[in-house]
């Protein structure tokens, strides 16, 4: 690991203003410096702040500070009651220690474990900018099959992250200049382009300080994650579901996926091949259809395309019967 | 740097680049807790802290100051055994042993997870948690055992949360506050 000055913040004003990574749970950036993926030059350490609460909010959703620990956001019981997907996802990621540590906030910004990403003696354009893209022609078994460049095909590898998506998330930020900003989460994520380094909208020194969750939706939740085995693994594909079924029909529908691509994934199209019709293999079909339009495989990870269409429908299934 | 670990206070002053792990191991001589992957796969250095496990190799020293850190050392003693270590020898929980001390801590921490209620990912109704098998392996798979002492690490905990009684299996009322850190400690 490269030394790094380290500096404690006391307020989210100091935080802003230190000019340095910030450091949380530490569970993914650690990792990441051990293997000088990662060479911070200041880590500001922000695990003291007064961010740890989950308030109701007045419109009925919550506000989720961001050093809430994976684990008690899981466990929260007006998470477990009215946003079930969210600690569906929340219990389907890592292990019960990196979850105990893990923040809300640093859930959000991890990074890809993408091989390439992961060997700094691989050419990777999100590590070394400009370097090459080793993943592309190489051992790309868990990669995205959507939203890719030809920069950089890493997936996004939160699970945490695609239940929030499919919940209409918003992340609250605060910058050095006081500045707070509302960000949803539909917008708070980057597609690679020719910039893969570049994962997000925030700014230099910009804090995210809560995430916050709209009012619980009506219908039923749902996460469903496959992978390689069944504890403690990466998504090779999730979708996380929430579905009403008014009068035999699709009424509302929010569909959130894992494991295809750059961020957490959600296409409105996919939406609206299943609302206003009764559910059938038909309309699921015609979901997948929608999702998969535009996949594109890279040789080892072509089958998450058909991977991705069978979990949909799974999931629809469930989430209708 | 002062750090408190298994109720004592230590000083040490070390590069702020030294995990918690390299803390105890290499500065402490607390070397009970194993190093592994040094990653967080594998748990073999999992500690509690506040009374919570983590993996001590993720985890920076300079982070820990105000902490209230246990390790396996301050579990039990060869003369009087936490119920977890005795449960693993009854129940021989191990071959070669390497992992053992990560896997106790992080039972222990595992079974306070589950007095408070907590769900897993193969709990059906997240508000009704009981400690069947599936569930222990899910929630210990963040302990690898490369001798894969899987069934008698299983029987160890089974006992260990049946010393409980069925009352503490069940949920802990979702309201009431975390148990203190270190209940155990002093045994």
């Known amino acids: ?321 | 740097m002062r750090f408190t670990i298994n109720q004592k206070t230590y000083e040490a002053d070390v590069d702020v680049r030294t995990s918690l792990l390299d803390l105890c191991r290499e500065h402490l001589g607390l070397t009970g807790s194993k190093k592994g992957c040094d990653h967080g796969q594998c748990g073999a250095c999992t500690m509690l802290v506040n009374g919570r496990r983590i993996n001590a190799c993720l985890s920076l020293a300079v982070m820990h100051q105000d902490d209230e850190i246990v390790t396996i050392e301050g579990l039990g003693t060869v003369e009087d055994l936490h119920p977890m270590q005795a449960a693993f020898v009854s129940h021989d929980g191990y071959q070669c042993g390497y992992c053992t001390p990560g896997q106790i801590c992080s039972a222990v921490g595992m079974l306070d997870e589950v007095k408070k209620g907590w769900a897993s990912h193969v709990t059906g109704d997240l508000d009704q948690v009981s400690l069947t098998d599936a569930e222990i392996s899910e929630r210990m798979s963040g302990n690898i055992c490369r001798c894969a002492a899987y069934p008698n690490i299983v029987d160890a905990i089974r006992e260990v949360a049946g010393q409980w009684g069925e009352q503490a299996i069940k949920p802990a009322p979702r309201s009431a506050a975390e148990q203190p850190a270190q209940e155990k400690v002093s045994a």
């Open chain 1, 1 to 321: 690991m490269k030394t790094f000055d380290y500096q404690r913040a006391d307020t989210i004003e100091a935080a802003t203003h230190a000019n340095g990574r910030f450091i949380a749970g530490g569970t993914n950036l650690l990792d990441l410096m051990k293997l000088q993926v990662e060479t911070p030059e200041r880590l500001v350490d922000i695990s003291r702040l007064d961010l740890n609460g989950i308030e109701e909010r007045e419109d009925g959703g919550l506000s989720i500070g961001a050093l809430v620990p994976n684990s008690d956001l899981a466990a929260d019981p007006r998470v477990v009651e009215k946003y079930e997907v969210l600690s569906r996802a929340l219990l389907a990621g890592a292990s019960g220690q990196l979850r105990n540590k893990a923040s809300t906030g640093g859930n959000l910004l991890q990074r890809t474990r993408c091989y390439y990403f992961y060997d700094t003696a691989s050419r990777c354009n999100k590590r070394a900018p400009g370097s090459g893209c080793d993943a592309i022609g190489g051992f790309n078994r868990i990669l995205a099959v959507l939203g890719t460049s030809e920069q950089c095909i890493a997936t996004h590898p939160s699970d945490m992250a695609v239940a929030m998506r499919a919940l209409d998330a918003t992340i609250v930020t605060q910058k050095a200049d006081g500045d707070k900003r509302r960000i949803s989460i539909h917008d708070f994520y980057r597609l690679p382009g020719d910039t893969p380094q570049i994962e997000t909208v925030l700014d230099a020194g910009e804090l995210i300080t809560h995430v916050e969750l709209p009012a619980p939706p009506a219908g039923k939740q749902v996460y469903r994650k496959v992978r390689d085995r069944a504890s403690y693994a990466f998504a090779l594909v999730s979708v996380a579901g929430v579905i009403e079924v008014k009068d035999g029909v699709v009424a509302s529908a929010a569909l959130a996926f894992g494991g295809l691509g750059p961020m957490p994934w959600r296409n409105p199209a996919v939406e609206a091949a299943i609302v206003g019709r009764a559910p059938s293999t038909e309309a699921f079909e015609a979901a997948a259809d929608a999702l998969l339009a535009d996949a594109k495989g890279y040789g080892s990870n072509d089958f998450k395309i058909p991977l991705a269409r069978r979990t949909l429908i799974a999931t629809l299934r469930d989430l209708t019967a």
